[in-house]
């Protein structure tokens, strides 16, 4: 099939309807595995590959770099910093212009390009003045070494203060958000994606197969399948605490009209207000030709209401909301 693209948030960046997510690169993944899966997302349509300096201590970057070598042209880099210290000092705070300025030449130097199509704080600096994370930020985008700025796990209000930040210096702002964001966790339609459309961000969602919940592979009262992600130990609390109602609820609309819950999954997501991409880590190159099928169906009105209407997944109630923006996929639904 043919990947769609789609502006990230009211920006000139475009994105494809699915991205690849990168943390496994470096750690599950080896450099080999990566530029296989690499150059099928690419061959394929994928533009968007997302990572972080965090990320198996920077070998996924390294990996990354590697995997793109004479294609870094022909994709939409993205990568984040701020959620360890590295490479800065214990004392450092993360949203300064000093640790910026240092974290953003190693990441540089590990992806193997001059410049950054994205680059995001990985999670909000309480002890920093968001207006000096923009202008160290802002900064990068007028020296040509950053693109497009974003944030990650950032509250409503705090995308609303760095959105009137932005717009009091006259500098540039973020354009994206990148929270956790599911349709089995939809709490991100409650405040997020509403303060998102008033600034004129999209949003990226990680975790949208929910660790694996949405994926099909795992069922009520039963074992986790073995070699699956949540058969491991240190991820069985997230299938033993799973609310199974949600998921069986899920699976059972998905059946109604004949696809795979995956397919919900991807596709149901990428069809709400404010959704520019959903990223989804990827481990074997054969998961590329699968997301992208999941990214396929294209759910009716009516299909997204009776998804609106499924007992317990109500995230809140939101209309009212008004945009001039011409893009069907950005407020053209209210939020319940």
């Known amino acids: 099939m043919t990947l769609s693209y789609r502006p ?90 000093r640790f910026i300025r240092r974290a953003v030449e190693a990441s540089l130097r590990r992806l193997g390009t001059d410049y950054i199509d994205l680059y995001q704080i990985h999670r909000p600096d309480p002890g920093t003045p968001i207006a000096e994370t923009l ?42 958000a990148q929270n956790e964001y599911s349709l089995y966790n939809r709490s991100a339609q409650l405040e997020l994606t509403p303060a998102c459309a008033a600034a004129g961000m999209g949003v990226l969602p990680y975790y949208p197969l929910a660790a694996g919940l949405l994926t099909g592979k795992y069922r009520r009262g039963e074992a986790a399948p073995e070699g699956s992600r949540l058969a491991h130990p240190s991820q069985a609390k997230k299938l033993t605490g799973a609310d199974f109602d949600k998921v069986e609820a899920l699976a059972a609309y998905a059946e109604e009209r004949g696809i795979p819950l995956l397919t919900l999954a991807i596709s149901g997501l990428a069809a709400q207000p404010m959704v520019a991409s959903v990223i989804s880590g990827v481990s074997r190159p054969e998961q590329i030709a699968v997301n992208i099928e999941a990214a396929s169906w294209e759910p009716t009105s009516a299909d997204l209401d009776a998804l609106d209407e499924i007992p317990g997944l109500h995230a809140g109630s939101y209309t009212g909301f008004a945009t001039s923006d011409p893009n069907p996929y950005w407020l053209s639904r209210r939020l319940r």
């Open 8 to 97: 990230l948030g009211h920006s000139g960046l475009m994105v494809s309807k699915v991205g690849v997510g990168t943390n496994a690169f470096g750690a599950r993944v080896d450099q080999a595995t990566t530029t296989e899966i690499v150059s099928a997302a690419i061959d394929q349509g994928i533009n968007l590959f997302d990572t972080a300096d965090l990320y198996a201590d920077g070998r996924s970057e390294e990996f990354l770099g590697n995997a793109l070598g004479s294609r870094r042209e022909h994709v939409i880099l993205a990568t984040k910093f701020g959620l360890t210290q590295a490479p800065g000092e214990p004392w450092d705070a993360i949203g300064s212009r």
């Open 135 to 176: 202008r160290a930020m802002a900064a990068l985008v007028d020296e040509g070494k950053v693109r497009y700025i974003g944030c990650s796990n950032f509250s409503a209000w705090q995308v609303t203060e760095a959105h009137w930040a932005a717009r009091e210096l006259g500098i540039e702002g973020f354009v994206s």
